[in-house]
C-alpha cells in the first residue's frame, strides 16, 4: 500500500502532538502541582502520551503501513 503525502501530513501532525502532550505534561508535573484534582488530571494525561509513543517507538508493528 502506497502512503500519499496528505496521510504522511497526518501521521506527523499526529506525533508532533503526542510528542508536545508528553513535554507539557512532564514539564507540568515537575513544577510542583499543589492541587491533587489538577496533578491527577495532568498525571493521566503524561501516562496516555507516554504510553502513545512508547508504542509507536518500541512496539513491533502488525500491518506494513503502521
Do not use: C, P, W
Amino acid at each position: 500500500m502506497k502512503i500519499n503525502d496528505a496521510v504522511k501530513k497526518k501521521a506527523v501532525e499526529h506525533i508532533v502532538y503526542e510528542i508536545m502532550m508528553f513535554e507539557g505534561t512532564s514539564h507540568k508535573l515537575l513544577s510542583g502541582i499543589q492541587d491533587q484534582f489538577e496533578n491527577n488530571t495532568v498525571l493521566e494525561s503524561f501516562a496516555i502520551h507516554s504510553r502513545n509513543l512508547f508504542d509507536l517507538f518500541y512496539i513491533k508493528k502488525k500491518f506494513k503501513d503502521d
